[in-house]
């Protein structure tokens, strides 16, 4: 469990994290466009950034989701193992419920 649990933390940072970047990339170009002077080209640092956040979050991903995929396979498969069995619970009540009621 704590395995998904880490791979659902670096989704949500890498998704935050993306979703950080255009705003950025927007100002950064709207500072160009008024000729505000930078002394480094914060754009390419920006691509170089949202690059290696790729490559991080697929390292930390990439072999584990393979691992974790048959278990998470068979877990669904458990779970809907037991919602059939609840379900038939639920309609053999239904029966004799109507059944008891006057």
Known sequence: ????EHIRDV??????????????KQTIMLLKKHQFKMDEDFLV????????????SEKAMGPVKEQILPLQNQEAG????????FSVQVQEFRVDFQKDTP
């Open 1 to 4: 469990m704590k395995v998904m």
């Open 45 to 56: 640092k920006l691509e170089n950034s949202k690059t290696a956040l790729v490559d991080v």
């Open 11 to 24: 989704k949500m940072i890498r998704d935050r994290t993306f979703d950080e970047i255009e705003p950025m």
């Open 78 to 85: 458990n779970i809907k193992q037991r919602l059939s069995k």
